[in-house]
């Protein structure tokens, strides 16, 4: 019993033990011998491409410090896998290891068996059984069984890949928001609202406004320039419409197929998905902590991404909006939140967001899905349309792929 409780707790161990067991080879010494191999190879190779002879040691020199670093991530994320596999496993051995006491003085063993609940016989030996294998074994296994190897891969590399040199928010439609540090909230207003603006420099200036018929449109000011974007990629500058590209100022303003990128000298980059009515602001790392706004403070706080104008905190979603409205007389009334049945539209929600052959499972441990799974049920109430929903899917595909995850719209929203 004490080897099985130690073969749970470094489970990675145990697996290079059986492996030598079987093979009366060290697992070690066959990675050795594999990399030793493949370097041999891409040395023997090299010759053939490489005909300048003063470049065969540099370039000799440039694979082996790959394979020594190769080398050194494989031990690190091999150590974060065998501690991850020691939490899951700790599901199961800590449960067993409750159940017993051994006492190696008196030779004996003191089981603990748990209350069962009502309906259960006392001193029914089947019931303990079942009690045992379903709730101290079947179900840690099953949560073990859940979980998603390469969402847990894609969670480690982009923490060994985080860069705090830029900052990064999203405007989904015209009442979903994501913050610079993340925070993923709604908030649906009348009035026009600021996004963000340069309260250091006054450098630029981003706002919301409300159009007739639900839509938006965005006005923008980077350095002297002053533009206003429209749904559809039309952009206006004093009423008249602008020839793209565009420059001036050290602004520049070009447009694609179903994109439209507005950037500054300073390194301000507003980009605007037509396809998916999803906007994307980017300050480079130097603008730190100089914007504030419905996207939040761009200092790496997440504690104070709710700070109002006058440097108050606030947790309450409506109250942070109106408070970052441009004009202060303009009222809005919040609307009554909408009842839905249990109906189709829940489908394609659950199916992108929940499900665990969802197309964007392995997402879901770097870009939380519960919030973008409830703007969707919220966006959808009332609609067959698959627009509302294939909007959350691109923001949630676009934060992903800046998590360093390789993610595709699913083929319904393309």
């Not at 303990?128 to 073990?144: H, V």
């Not at 974007?229 to 070009?254: H, M, Q, T, W």
């Not at 998905?273 to 403070?297: E, K, M, P």
Request: with cysteine; hydrophobic share 35%; proline share 4%.
């Amino acid at each position: 019993t004490q080897q099985i409780q130690s073969e749970l707790h470094k489970p990675l161990v145990a697996l290079k033990d059986a492996y030598y067991e079987v093979t009366l080879k060290s697992l070690d010494e066959v990675w050795q011998e594999k990399m030793d191999e493949y370097q041999k190879k891409i040395q023997a190779f090299l010759p053939s491409i490489v005909k300048d002879v003063r470049l065969k040691e540099p370039i000799y020199g440039i694979v082996t410090a790959v394979k020594i670093g190769i080398d050194m991530g494989t031990c690190q994320l091999m150590k974060w896998v065998d501690a991850k596999l020691s939490r899951v496993m700790g599901k199961i051995r800590r449960p067993l290891s409750d159940l017993y006491r051994y006492s190696a003085s008196n030779c004996s063993v003191v089981l603990n068996l748990p209350m069962l609940g009502r309906g259960y016989q006392p001193g029914d030996l089947a019931d303990f059984s079942n009690y045992l294998i379903e709730e101290k074994l079947m179900k840690p296994l099953r949560n073990l069984y859940s979980i998603n190897p390469m969402a847990e891969y894609y969670r480690f590399k982009r923490r060994m890949m985080e860069s705090p040199f830029e900052y990064h928010a999203l405007l989904i439609g015209n009442q979903h928001f994501v913050t610079f540090d993340g925070k993923v909230y709604s908030a649906a207003s009348k009035c026009s609202l600021l996004l963000a603006q340069d309260f250091t420099y006054n450098s630029f200036s981003i706002v919301l406004n409300q159009e007739s018929g639900g839509m938006r449109s965005l006005y923008v000011r980077m350095n002297q320039t002053v533009i206003d974007l429209y749904p559809g990629g039309k952009v206006e500058e004093n009423c008249r419409s602008l020839d793209l590209p565009f420059a001036r100022n050290g602004v520049r303003i070009k447009k694609e197929v179903n994109k439209i990128e507005v950037s500054s000298a300073d390194g301000v980059i507003l980009t605007c998905d037509l396809q998916y009515d999803v906007c994307s602001l980017t300050l480079d790392g130097w603008l730190h902590g100089i914007s504030a706004g419905l996207f939040g403070t761009n200092d790496n706080e997440a504690r104070n991404d709710f700070m109002l104008p006058d440097h108050i905190y606030t947790d309450n979603a409506q109250e942070f909006t109106q408070n970052w409205q441009v004009n202060s007389q303009c009222s809005s009334t919040q609307k009554k939140a909408k009842i839905c049945s249990a109906a189709g539209h829940r489908k394609i929600c659950t199916a992108v967001f929940q499900e665990a052959r969802s197309p964007l499972r392995n997402c879901f441990r770097v870009v939380d899905p519960a919030p973008f799974y409830n703007m969707c049920l919220h966006d959808t109430c009332g609609t067959k349309e698959l627009k509302p929903a294939c909007s959350l899917v691109a923001a949630f595909v676009h934060l992903c792929n800046r998590n360093f995850i390789p993610l595709e719209i699913p083929y319904q929203c393309v």
